[in-house]
């Protein structure tokens, strides 16, 4: 509650300084200052090549670097009042000029890195070391009910091999799941304790390409099973396709926006909104959106209303060196929320309900939002992922890179999502139970939301 009256003020002065900034004289810089500009922020000093270790020099400044980037253009320094940021870096310079490895640094970058809890600011090894932390098999691995179980698994060679959803992981490599996995989580950046758990998890078989992983599983009878699983090497890899479309009973149409990251969600979407269009009722599912674009997102939502709807509203900090000096008070920059225009003719002006869960993230929740904002039906399953934003890249020392959250968006009103995740009307949550039976308690539940819709 505190943070959304924070906010809520802050909106407000921001319309007392926009009159203030009409007045404000914008002087563009030369082409030359434009070209001293660009080479002081993305220099290619820092794009040094890999090694399989740094030169102390190198880590030292690798690690400067990210601190430095956080300090003048993190967006949420005010969520982490505990952080001394400062204090932070020194308690560090130590322990990354003792890393043995590059691998070792970078890994030391993730966990400083994570002390800001936000999803959108990451660091992320050379490509030379991928293999060595990130590969794992197509096992879909999440805590449910405080369970660590298998909830899908994307691959018949791994089906052939008797992994199911709904067995528990009770060990891996031989050390319980839970100790495990948290063991782990120090280098999980995430925004809320949802999405920190999905990550945990979901990554917990993740390591080095070449060296498979022990799994000690136990099935819905209680039989305790030890399987010895590769990380990679799978051909029959199943992916999700980015738009999915069924008719389900009584003609409701079923419509999984599976990812926002390719503008052909958007050219799939026209192609099968014919048939939308003749459907009674339409659940659509982000439940597996991960995020992309959010501007294909609010085309979907063009076909869902005649008038124009609003989407989140965004502000970043706006700093300017001399207002140091003069004791001025932090300031915060943002522009005119613009509307989004309805599609036109042939809105589809039928029930309609969205379904979410913590992998609902970033532009997937920028759509959840307008679509709150819209009132156009209910939000039924889990809390999203509670992270979007604008993410500045930039290059670190041995082919690295690191990202920084710079903007932070809330609803018109200024009731913040980030750090709590957008909350469904109609709260509910898989069990072990509905894992083992291959059941969808959260479609089933927006089933019956639509069917108490079409009673009134």
Same mark, same amino acid.
């Given at each position: ?7 809520? =003020? ?5 319309? #007392?300084?926009?009159? !203030? #900034? ?8 030369? +082409?030359?200052?434009?070209?001293? +500009? &660009? ?16 030169s ?9 670097? $990210? ?7 993190? #967006?949420?320094?005010? &969520? ?62 999440a805590l449910? +009910? ?16 008797g ?17 495990y996995a ?9 925004s *809320? ?13 993740? @390591?080095?390409a070449s060296?498979?992983?022990e799994?000690?599983?136990?099935? =819905?009878?209680?039989r305790?099973?030890?399987k010895?699983? =590769? ?7 199943q ?13 409701? @149409? ?15 979407? %026209? ?7 003749? *459907? ?13 674009n ?14 124009? $709807? ?12 001399? $207002? ?6 932090p ?26 869960? %913590? ?7 920028? $759509? %959840?939002? =307008?679509?709150?904002?819209? &009132? ?26 690191? !990202? ?11 009731? +913040? ?23 969808d ?6 089933? &019956? ?6 009673? !009134?």
């Open positions: 509650m505190k943070h959304y009256l924070l906010l809520s =003020a802050t909106l407000t002065a921001l319309a #007392a300084l926009s009159a !203030r #900034a009409q007045k404000a004289v914008y002087i563009p810089y030369t +082409e030359q200052q434009v070209k001293v +500009e &660009k080479q002081l922020w993305d220099s290619p000093a820092w794009k040094t090549p890999y090694q399989p270790q740094l102390e020099d190198e880590k030292v400044a690798g690690l400067s670097k $990210f601190w430095s980037e956080a300090k003048y253009n993190f #967006a949420f320094f005010d &969520k982490i009042p505990k952080v001394s940021w400062d204090s932070l870096y020194l308690a560090y310079i130590p322990k990354v000029k003792a890393a043995p490895t590059t691998l070792a640094y970078y890994q030391l970058l993730q966990e400083m890195c994570a002390q800001l809890h936000d999803g959108h600011t990451n660091v992320y090894p050379p490509r030379e070391l991928m293999n060595e932390v990130y590969e794992r098999p197509p096992l879909r691995i449910i +009910e405080d369970k660590v179980l298998i909830t899908e698994v994307g691959s018949e060679t791994l089906r052939q091999q992994f199911v959803p709904g067995q528990e992981v009770l060990a891996v490599d031989g050390v319980p799941a839970r100790t948290e063991a782990r989580s120090g280098w999980q950046s995430a *809320t304790p949802q999405d920190r758990t999905m990550r945990t998890y979901n990554t917990i078989l993740a @390591g080095a060296k498979p992983v799994v000690t599983l136990q099935d =819905a009878k209680g305790t099973l030890r010895t699983v =590769a990380r990679s090497g799978y051909t029959d890899e992916t999700r396709p980015v738009l999915e479309f069924r008719l389900l009973k009584d003609n409701v @149409g079923y419509l999984a926006l599976n990812g926002f990251d390719k503008a052909e969600v958007v050219q799939r979407f %026209a192609e099968v909104y014919p048939q939308i269009s003749q *459907t009674s009722a339409l659940i659509i599912d982000v439940r597996a959106n991960g995020g992309g959010s501007d294909y997102g609010y085309e979907v939502l063009s076909y869902l209303t005649d008038q124009p $709807f609003q989407t989140s509203r965004w502000i970043t900090r706006d700093y300017h060196p001399p $207002f140091r000096p003069w004791e001025r008070a300031q915060w920059y943002s522009e005119p929320q613009e509307s989004v225009k309805p599609k036109g003719s042939g809105v589809y002006t039928r029930p309609v309900v969205l379904l979410t869960s %913590a992998r609902t993230f970033s532009a997937a929740e920028d $759509f %959840a939002v =307008a679509f709150d904002i819209m &009132k156009r039906g209910l939000i039924i399953g889990e809390p999203t992922g509670g992270s979007t934003g604008q993410p500045l890249l930039f290059s670190l020392p041995g082919g690295g890179m690191a !990202r920084i959250c710079t903007k932070r968006d809330t609803y018109p009103n200024g009731k +913040e999502f980030v750090g709590v995740g957008v909350q469904p009307q109609v709260m509910v949550h898989p069990t072990m139970r509905d894992i083992r039976s291959g059941r308690t959260i479609l089933e539940a927006a089933l &019956k939301q639509l069917k108490l819709t079409a009673k !009134r």
